[in-house]
């Protein structure tokens, strides 16, 4: 158990997908109200833990997120006309309803990609490069347990805002810079976009067809990753505060999040100099191990052992192939990868997909269908679990949204707050910094928030 500065306290499935038979739990609901809550599985583990959010974009705002998640009170800086970037990025974005708060009528819809990572957060604006701004954020800072920022590196130190200047702000400060390529080296002061560290950190080599030009992944799953890193990084760092009294500086980036996340395929070149491959769907070590195409669309099927490569077998009425002596051990079929797939592929099309899900079903041989994002919200594991929570939004009316995936004691811990308008929080933030009406409303007249 550890102490803060501030803190309160111390620290074989279902495989339908067209009904289901069963009764599912009306997912869970959240209000637009400033304590709202409801029971979690534990007390959240970060009330009272304030954190500075000078992030935007997916890795940041994901970490900030996250911690949000276990309670902190995060406070999103942004940009005083347009905010984060993302705010910008439509369509799709949420349509706004007709007793949406006039006070907000002057911004654009909220944008789906926004509302996807900044839930139990409160935003203000400030002007950064104005000497009044700095005053707001050098308060911000003396009275925050962390500070999490993405900006290029040496970016915020020329504006008088970096480690060094921080720490004597506020010795006890966890600040956290994200960036694309870490703060030293000769790609420090570089910009990190996820899309060139999937390429340059070979993510792009591995993904695709083999004949094929690479491959992007679908999300930013670069950015996810290192928003990951660094909420557990932060986590760390609290923790090492409460033992020395002492802040820390987390250097957390992209490039190097990414060689962490090639996990065994670094690890082949690493010890075995064996350069990788893309494979598409297929595994480098084991066949049958794929997507595979059936009558009507397509199944990812996986025999990751010799037992479930004999029950395929059966299950396919290609039993003689389990003792063929091409096939009868992983490295031969791996030796055979083509002979076999195409022997596999062939008795797949012999049905339609939903024959051989249900032939597949609870035999224990690993498989799935390539579901598409409708189905995936509609398949019987999100309904029985609530994956998704619907909150009512100020602005954008009742807005589903991906559930925290976590449980504690079987409960998520609850969206208090939906993601916020730009600027929502401005006026209460400067008030528990001391700040007067009178003077807030000097502050925004001259466009200082």
Not at 228 to 245: C, E, F, K, N, P
Request: aromatic share 8%.
């Amino acid at each position: 158990m550890f102490f803060l500065r501030n803190a309160a306290f111390k620290f074989p499935a279902l495989r339908c997908f067209t009904r289901y038979g069963f009764a599912v739990k009306p997912r869970q609901r959240v209000i637009d109200a400033r304590h709202y809550s409801v029971p979690a599985g534990i007390p959240p583990p970060l009330n009272g833990v304030k954190v500075l959010d000078l992030t935007r974009v997916l890795a940041g705002p994901t970490c900030t997120m996250l911690l949000a998640d276990l309670g902190a009170n995060v406070i999103k800086v942004e940009e005083i006309t347009k905010g984060d970037d993302t705010r910008s990025w439509t369509p799709p974005s949420a349509p706004v309803p007709k007793d949406a708060p006039e006070e907000a009528s002057h911004l654009p819809p909220e944008s789906a990609y926004f509302l996807a990572v900044n839930r139990n957060k409160r935003s203000m604006t400030i002007n950064f490069k104005r000497p009044e701004g700095l005053q707001i954020l050098h308060k911000l800072i003396k009275s925050s347990d962390v500070l999490v920022e993405n900006f290029v590196s040496g970016k915020l130190a020329s504006m008088g805002l970096g480690w060094e200047d921080c720490r004597k702000v506020n010795p006890r400060l966890v600040y956290a810079s994200i960036t694309g390529y870490g703060q030293t080296g000769p790609y420090r002061e570089a910009a990190g976009y996820d899309v060139v560290i999937e390429a340059e950190a070979g993510l792009m080599h591995i993904t695709g067809e083999p004949d094929r030009a690479p491959s992007k992944v679908g999300v930013a799953v670069t950015d996810i990753m290192t928003g990951l890193y660094a909420h557990g990084a932060i986590m760390a760092g609290l923790r090492s505060v409460s033992q020395t009294g002492q802040g820390v500086w987390i250097d957390c980036n992209l490039f190097e999040t990414q060689l962490a996340g090639l996990a065994n395929i670094a690890s082949n070149y690493l010890i075995a100099g064996n350069e990788a491959f893309r494979h598409g769907t297929a595994h480098p070590s084991i066949v049958p191990y794929q997507v595979f195409p059936c009558k009507d669309d397509f199944l990812m099927i996986g025999a990751g052992n010799n037992k479930q490569f004999r029950l395929l077998t059966v299950i396919l009425r290609e039993p003689e192939l389990a003792d063929d002596v091409r096939f009868s051990t992983n490295a031969a079929r791996v030796a055979n990868r083509e002979e076999l797939i195409d022997v596999i592929s062939t008795a797949l099309k012999r049905h339609d997909r939903n024959h051989w899900i249900g032939q597949l079903t609870g035999l224990g041989i690993p498989f799935g269908p390539i579901n598409n994002i409708s189905q995936t919200f509609a398949h019987p594991q999100v309904l029985a679990r609530e994956s998704t929570v619907e909150i009512d939004h100020p602005r954008a009316g009742k807005v589903r949204m991906v559930a925290p995936p976590v449980t504690y004691n079987g409960k998520r811990m609850p969206v208090r707050r939906p993601p916020p308008w730009l600027s929502q929080h401005t006026t209460e933030v400067l008030q528990e910094l001391g700040y007067s009406i009178d003077e807030i409303a000097r502050l925004r007249a001259t466009k200082v928030v």
